[in-house]
Structure formats: structure tokens, C-alpha cells
């Protein structure tokens, strides 16, 4: 076509080729301008449906005009061939910039390229094919986005199996180029702004990393790790808040993602002015080799943190309760430290005044699972929630944690902390500390010290606890040897260290609760360990609920176990256990009243626990209060059906009642679901009184 006139534009020479066909440089004969004229592709020109939609879009994107947005002049048809004018731009290509870049310029093109796509989406129009080809740099340091709302096209079938970043095309015809196209995309859902946030994603990673966040492949290869994979971790070098941003506009879940461009430019914006911390390698050599210096420096770094987050977070209201969702990221031998870091934020946390912290058995639900916050936040009736992503890098650890507001899942905080395996534990306390800063619960400074104060200095102590925890929380007769052994050696190792001695006591009471301890050896051996762990922190909560359960079990001393139980909640008014402890204690001295409204308490710390729902529901039931008791053994059921002691609450509710038949039937599920033939005596009792 070289030498051809396509309306009043003259074809000089091809600058390109791809999809959407031929790219050339044409003369303007009219107003004496060089612009890109892109010849369609003959099929497109053949078909009349695709033709006259794409005439339309590029009509449509031709409306927008933007700096960082390239300029469609016309689109027009002659002898058969469809084409579209635009601007012509001096610059090379995203893509073929040379990445990874520094930070500055990751965020100040991740900040137009943001921009570009606010200005489009708020007029509906979605780019659909945002890739680093689609995007141009201008030799002022500026971006220009090409292409809006003109997708390549193929037939499904053209995704060959030797080509791994073909573009193609869903059933709802909404393209991408494969490594840029977002889950809800590939699994057959219609593009909307997010998913050009999700290839905006791609992109700043690109950038940051110098490499895509999911290896190529084979199509279905690719495909694949874009629906099931998080992304490859970013390096330690990345910038905290960056690496946030980065990793938000990354999420599976659409609506777990910024949910308009105009919060990306923001946040990145909010990255620009200060308000991330400096990168975790920068600073741990700073602390190692330059401390005074480094003292120095971050001071007024801190006060600008503190005073762009208090004034650019979307609320300054404390926020009242919170779910820390189990950490993603560590499996097979690993998988302990990141349970266990879960499992000591929850600890931490719980720690807190004036919040509500949901219990581990109701947040481990989660485990696994790609989750919304919004729909947590509902399940759970919580103000917020946490969720966290831990890579392994040798002997270091990254740590990625994102705080979001449940109601509308705006961000409110999120960090990146990367730390030796060995401060495992001081990384704990940090981030502890900071969620209590980020809640906004103006904790007093002897608060904040004791959140931020490590559980051991001793990092191996540290280490053999957490895998000692997490197989104690399996329950089988082998894991909790298991976990002992570890507790024993992280004790040797530290013999200050209060959690240690902790582990071990629940250890004891573990073996009584499943039979393969007798009470009378057990309890005294638990006792002597949480007695030491007081000894050494009288303030540890958790301490005082087990000797609390210790002493009205063993001792059946309940005015005691009442004033442990008491000292419990006061020290740490999120332990559910001190909860449903003192509920039972109050249960035994007679005072049903306060004790449904203890385990009420108990319940709304632990709302998705069949222990819980069970536990509210003898309660119920030995306060008389026959209803609510069905109500919530109900409630266990519907989560465990094949649970006995659930049924046999029910079959005894009825059986207070007078309703027999009712009484019959529950007693008859109950011996299926129990093996337990010894309820004739009450089975005859329902019979004779039903008249059977």
C-alpha cells in the first residue's frame, strides 16, 4: 500500500504490524501532519457485524481527549479497507524500555497511565488490551496510551499451543493479550475497569521486577498460573508501598482490587509523597551499620507517615473489630511459620482495648481460600479485616499484610516488612504494633511497648514454639507428642520463654480432653507449667484462662476459677476461652443468667465455631431456656452435621419441653450419630410419655 491514499491520508511507510493489522506513518495532505494510519485486517472488512462494532468504538474512543492518551483523529472506510487516523508519537514503546526500572519511574508512569484510564472509564470506555506495547514513551517523560476500546479479535480457535502470549478472545468477545488478561476474563466474563486495573497490575510489575508476575508458558500453562497461582513475590528491594499497590491490583477476586483507576493514581500518588516506607533492605543496613544516622532520617520520616495516613486514610474513626485471616504462601515444611505467624497476630491483637479480635477456629474457615473482605466482614460482623502473604527468600522472609475497611473493602493500610528468618518473632511485634496504630485506638505507651515487645529474644526458641503450636493445634495423639517435644526445646532454649510453658500446659489438658491422660496426672503437671509462666508475666492473659479451667476442673475450687477467669478477660478481653471458661464456672455456681451472657461474649468472638454454637447452647439449655438452646445446637449441626453432641442437646430440649415425638427422633439421630446404646432408659422415658 506504500505510495496509497486512503482518504486525504498518504501512506509513507509500514511502521508496524499485529493484530489489529498494518500500522503505517501517512501524511495529513490536509492540515500537513505525520500521523498513524492503521489499516484494519481483511476479515474485519468482511464482516459486517465486527466492522461496524469497531467503527463504533473507535468512534467512541476518538471523544477522548487526554495528555496521556493518543489522539484518534478519524475513522473512516474507502475501497473496501477500514482504517483509523491517530497521532503520531516520537518515543519507544513500554515495552521496550529497559525494566526493571527505578521506583521513581514506576510510580510516575504507573501514575499516568492511571490517570489515562480514569479519564476513559469515567466516560465508559474500557481499554480491554492494555500491554506494554499499547503503551508509548515521549521523549518528555511522558505516556501515551494507544488503542482504547479496540481489542484484538480472533476466533476462539486460533489459540495455538506454540504461541504463548497470542491474543484471543473469550465468548462475550472481550479480548486481551493473554499474560495481560485478568481470571474473571479468561474464565469467560465480560472485561469491565478492573480488569484494566488488573493489566495495569501486570504492568507495574513488569516495571518494578523486570519480568511478568506469572511465568510464560504454553497458553494453557499461562492460563492456568493467571487463575491458581499468586503472583512470583517481588524482590526485597521493591518499596513497600509500591509492592502494596501492586499486589491489590493483583487480586483474583475483582472486587478485592481497587475498583476505580482514579484509587490506583491515588495510592500511587500517596507511595510519591512519602507516605511508604523506605525499602526493607535500605533500612536493615541502616539499623546494622548507621543506627544514630539512621535515627536521624527517619524521625521526620515518621511524622510525615503518620500525618499523611491520619489525613488521606478514608476514615479517622477507631475501628472496633477486626479478623485476621490465616496468612497465604507457606506449605509442606513451612507451613507452621506462616500458621503460626497468623496464630500469634491473632494473639497479639487480642491483646488490644476496646476491639473485638475473632478467634482462630472461626478465621481458619478461611484457610485457603481466595476470600472477598466484604463478605468476610458480614459473615464475621467485623469493621475490618487483615489479610497477609508470606514468601520464603533463603533465610529471609517477606511479608506482605493489607488492613481493609469490611464495609466497602477500601484500603486503609498495607506494608511489606522483609526480615531475617531469625526476627521472626520482632517482626510479629512490629506488625502487631501497627495494626493497633492503623485501628486508630490510641493505644497508651505502655500499651504500644508491650505489643511491640518480642515473645523471646531467642530466634530458634521462637522458631521451635511456632512448629511446636502448630501441630499441638492438629489434635491427633501424634501430633500433640509431637508439638511437646518441640515446646520442650523451645523452653531449654529460653527458659523466660512464657508461651513455651504455655504450650506445654494446654498440651496436658489437650491429653485429658481426648482420654489418654488421667486428670489426676495431667492436671498437676499443667498447673506447675502455667504457674511458672506467671511467675515470670503475671499479666499474660492467656495464663490465668488455663488455670482458671485447671482449678475448677482439678480443684472444683469455682470461686477461684471465677477470679482467674476474671483476671483473664481483664488482661486480654478477646480470649475466647476465658470466655466460655467463666461461662461454664458460672454455669456451675448456679448463676445461668451472667452465664448465657458470658458465653453471648464468647460467641461473638468465635461466631463460625461449632464449639461455640454448641457450647451457648448447653448453656441455653441449662438456664431453661429451651428455644434458643434447639436454636443453636441447630446451628452446629448446620455446620457439622455428623456431630453427636449437638443432637443429644436437641434430644434433651425436647425432652424438657414435652415434645415427645420430637424427643424420639433426636435421640434416634443421636445414637446413629454416636454409637452410644446406652440411651434406652431415655428412649423408653419419651416413649412411655408419648403414649407409644
Not at 498447673?527 to 499479666?539: C, F, G, H, R, T
Request: net charge negative; charged share 20%; aromatic share 8%.
Amino acid at each position: 500500500m506504500l505510495g496509497c491514499t486512503l482518504g486525504h491520508y498518504h501512506i509513507v511507510e509500514p511502521i508496524g504490524a499485529g493484530g489489529m493489522g498494518v500500522a503505517y506513518l501517512a501524511r495529513d495532505e490536509r492540515l500537513n501532519r505525520n500521523v498513524v494510519l492503521k489499516v484494519l485486517p481483511p476479515e474485519v472488512g468482511s464482516d459486517q457485524t465486527a466492522r461496524a462494532r469497531l467503527v463504533r468504538e473507535a468512534q467512541m474512543a476518538s471523544a477522548l481527549n487526554h495528555p496521556y492518551i493518543c489522539t484518534i483523529y478519524e475513522v473512516g472506510e474507502e475501497n473496501g479497507f477500514v482504517f483509523i487516523a491517530m497521532e503520531h508519537i516520537e518515543g519507544r514503546t513500554l515495552a521496550a524500555s529497559h525494566s526493571p526500572m527505578g521506583p521513581q519511574e514506576v510510580i510516575r508512569y504507573g501514575c499516568q497511565i492511571a490517570e489515562a484510564l480514569e479519564h476513559a472509564h469515567t466516560r465508559g470506555i474500557i481499554h480491554r488490551d492494555l500491554k506494554g506495547t499499547n503503551v508509548m514513551l515521549t521523549s518528555e517523560g511522558r505516556v501515551k496510551v494507544l488503542d482504547f476500546g479496540l481489542a484484538k479479535r480472533l476466533r476462539a480457535g486460533e489459540l495455538a499451543e506454540n504461541a504463548p502470549t497470542e491474543t484471543f478472545v473469550d465468548k462475550d468477545q472481550a479480548a486481551g493479550t493473554l499474560a495481560y488478561m485478568a481470571p474473571e476474563v479468561l474464565g469467560g466474563n465480560p472485561a469491565d475497569e478492573r480488569a484494566d486495573i488488573w493489566a495495569l497490575g501486570v504492568m507495574l510489575y513488569e516495571m518494578t521486577a523486570g519480568q511478568r508476575p506469572f511465568p510464560d508458558g504454553t497458553p494453557y500453562q499461562l492460563t492456568s498460573s493467571i487463575l491458581r497461582d499468586d503472583p512470583q513475590p517481588l524482590t526485597p528491594a521493591a518499596p513497600i508501598g509500591l509492592a502494596t499497590v501492586i499486589v491489590r491490583c493483583l487480586r483474583k477476586e475483582p472486587n478485592q482490587r481497587y475498583q476505580h483507576a482514579g484509587e490506583v493514581r491515588a495510592a500511587l500518588e500517596g507511595v510519591q509523597a512519602g507516605w511508604a516506607a523506605l525499602t526493607p533492605s535500605f533500612r536493615g543496613t541502616l539499623v546494622g551499620q548507621h543506627r544514630l544516622v539512621w535515627i536521624a532520617i527517619a524521625l521526620p520520616l515518621v511524622l510525615l507517615v503518620a500525618a499523611s495516613l491520619y489525613w488521606f486514610l478514608p476514615t479517622r474513626t477507631p475501628i472496633r473489630s477486626i479478623a485476621i485471616l490465616p496468612f497465604r504462601g507457606g506449605s509442606g515444611d513451612i507451613e507452621y511459620l506462616t500458621d503460626g505467624l497468623t496464630d500469634s497476630l491473632i494473639d497479639s491483637v487480642s491483646r488490644l482495648p476496646n476491639v473485638k479480635v475473632i478467634s482462630r477456629t472461626s478465621v481458619y474457615h478461611y484457610k485457603g481460600q481466595e476470600v472477598d473482605p466484604h463478605r468476610v466482614g458480614q459473615e464475621l460482623d467485623v469493621g475490618a479485616v487483615l489479610t497477609g502473604q508470606v514468601a520464603f527468600h533463603g533465610d529471609s522472609v517477606s511479608v506482605s499484610v493489607e488492613l481493609v475497611k469490611a464495609s466497602d473493602n477500601t484500603h486503609l493500610w498495607g506494608k511489606q516488612y522483609t526480615r531475617k528468618l531469625s526476627a521472626v518473632a520482632a517482626m510479629q511485634s512490629e506488625i502487631s504494633q501497627e495494626i493497633g496504630d492503623h485501628l486508630r485506638l490510641h493505644l497508651s505507651g505502655a500499651q504500644r511497648r508491650r505489643l511491640g515487645t518480642p515473645p523471646t529474644e531467642d530466634s530458634e526458641a521462637y522458631r521451635l514454639f511456632l512448629q511446636g503450636m502448630y501441630y499441638i493445634f492438629e489434635l491427633t495423639p501424634e501430633a500433640l507428642e509431637t508439638g511437646r517435644q518441640y515446646c520442650e526445646e523451645a523452653k531449654a532454649n529460653d527458659p523466660t520463654f512464657v508461651l513455651a510453658y504455655a504450650c506445654l500446659s494446654n498440651y496436658y489438658m489437650q491429653r485429658v480432653d481426648d482420654g489418654s491422660l488421667p486428670a489426676r496426672e495431667a492436671f498437676p503437671k499443667a498447673k506447675a507449667l502455667v504457674s511458672q509462666a506467671l511467675s515470670i508475666d503475671p499479666e499474660f492473659g492467656p495464663g490465668h484462662t488455663e488455670l482458671g479451667f485447671i482449678t475448677m476442673y482439678g480443684d472444683w475450687n469455682l470461686p477461684e476459677a471465677e477470679r482467674q477467669f476474671k483476671t483473664s478477660i481483664e488482661l486480654t478481653p478477646n480470649w475466647v476461652q476465658a470466655h466460655r471458661g467463666y461461662s461454664i464456672c458460672l454455669r456451675a455456681m448456679g448463676r445461668a443468667d451472667e452465664a448465657v451472657a458470658a458465653d453471648k461474649e464468647a460467641r461473638e468472638l468465635d461466631p463460625r465455631s461449632v464449639e461455640g454454637a454448641t457450647s451457648l447452647g448447653w448453656t441455653f439449655y441449662y438456664a431453661h431456656r429451651y428455644p434458643e438452646a434447639i436454636g443453636e445446637f441447630q446451628t452446629s449441626l448446620a455446620m457439622n452435621p455428623n456431630l453427636p453432641g449437638p443432637q443429644q442437646g436437641i434430644a434433651y430440649s425436647y425432652l424438657q419441653r414435652g415434645m415427645e415425638k420430637e424427643t424420639i427422633e433426636a435421640f434416634q439421630k443421636f445414637i446413629t450419630t454416636s454409637g452410644n446404646a446406652e440411651l434406652a432408659s431415655e428412649m423408653g422415658q419419651a416413649y412411655a410419655r408419648s403414649g407409644f
